[in-house]
């Protein structure tokens, strides 16, 4: 058996998430069955690095498989594109050292919120933004997201009803920007692991604190409160991007 290594980048719109679930269109269901295909077999199953929500995008999933075909990296990567729908596009592919696992060896991941600003809701970005109609301020959410980077319980930021005991996350860099030619902003979070939901939820929280409905440090209170009330809302999954994957070897510059 082969195994291989690909990075996937996919709009989530019209999946029901990464996971395999029963009936449902999926992106591990959609390459699983092309592999299986290519190969001639019943089933080949693809460990992915993270599930993605049901309307959750991805710029750079890496999933790993074996398969009984042996062929070169780049003719596996043409193989699988010409097998793909129009919303997967294999990236990269290469064999992989059998003891690497692209959930279980990764030390890291980076995720990107895109928020549209307009009055209104645009309908070319409604798959791909979350909205915030009302004021905020960049720069007060930037000073704010400094309160997340650190070791904390993120119980307070995780779904309720998660399986996840241990809810310490390491959070590596956490910053908002403002896209005035878009009129977006743009979060991006980079850490050690993320909770159910938790970048949306964080994201939720930080817009309230740039519109000033929140305290400047109220990330502060919420981590310490551990109680999911206290956070509140939850940002749409139609803005989340799985940006990167790290793994030894490409972990940013920060020491893991």
């Known amino acids: 058996?082969?195994?291989?290594?690909?990075?996937?980048?996919?709009?989530?719109?019209?999946?029901?998430?990464?996971?395999?679930?029963?009936?449902?269109?999926?992106?591990q269901g959609v390459i699983q069955r092309?592999?299986?295909?290519?190969?001639?077999?019943?089933?080949?199953?693809?460990?992915?690095?993270?599930?993605?929500?049901?309307?959750?995008?991805?710029?750079?999933?890496v999933i790993t498989f074996d398969t009984p075909i042996d062929i070169p990296d780049r003719n596996m990567l043409a193989a699988l594109n010409s097998m793909m729908p129009l919303d997967i596009l294999v990236l990269e592919c290469a064999h992989a050292?059998?003891?690497?696992?692209?959930?279980y060896s990764a030390v890291?991941?980076?995720?990107?919120?895109?928020?549209?600003?307009?009055?209104y809701t645009?309908?070319?970005?409604?798959?791909?933004?979350?909205?915030?109609?009302?004021?905020v301020d960049a720069q007060r959410i930037q000073t704010a997201l400094r309160d997340l980077v650190g070791t904390h319980d993120f119980?307070?930021?995780?779904?309720?009803?998660?399986?996840?005991?241990?809810?310490v996350r390491t959070i590596y860099e956490a910053t908002c920007t403002e896209d005035?030619?878009?009129?977006?902003?743009?979060?991006?979070?980079?850490?050690?692991?993320?909770?159910?939901?938790?970048?949306?939820?964080m994201v939720a929280t930080a817009l309230e604190i740039g519109n000033g409905r929140r305290d400047l440090h109220d990330f502060e209170r919420v981590l310490a409160a551990k109680d999911r009330q206290q956070a509140r809302g939850t940002a749409p999954a139609s803005g989340l991007y799985l940006q990167q994957v790290y793994?030894?070897?490409?972990?940013?510059?920060?020491?893991i």
């Open 122 to 135: 645009d309908p070319l970005k409604r798959l791909y933004t979350g909205h915030y109609p009302y004021k």
């Open 1 to 27: 058996m082969a195994h291989y290594r690909i990075t996937v980048k996919y709009d989530g719109t019209k999946f029901a998430g990464y996971q395999v679930q029963p009936h449902q269109r999926t992106v």
């Open 155 to 167: 119980t307070s930021f995780a779904a309720s009803g998660g399986q996840i005991e241990d809810k």
């Open 180 to 201: 005035t030619l878009n009129n977006e902003l743009r979060f991006e979070f980079y850490g050690n692991g993320f909770l159910y939901n938790m970048v949306r939820i």
């Open 247 to 255: 793994y030894p070897g490409n972990n940013a510059g920060v020491t």
């Open 34 to 61: 092309a592999l299986a295909k290519m190969a001639k077999v019943p089933y080949i199953h693809v460990d992915g690095s993270g599930r993605t929500d049901s309307g959750v995008h991805a710029l750079g999933q």
């Open 108 to 119: 890291g991941k980076r995720y990107m919120y895109r928020v549209a600003l307009g009055k």
């Open 97 to 103: 050292p059998d003891d690497f696992h692209a959930r």
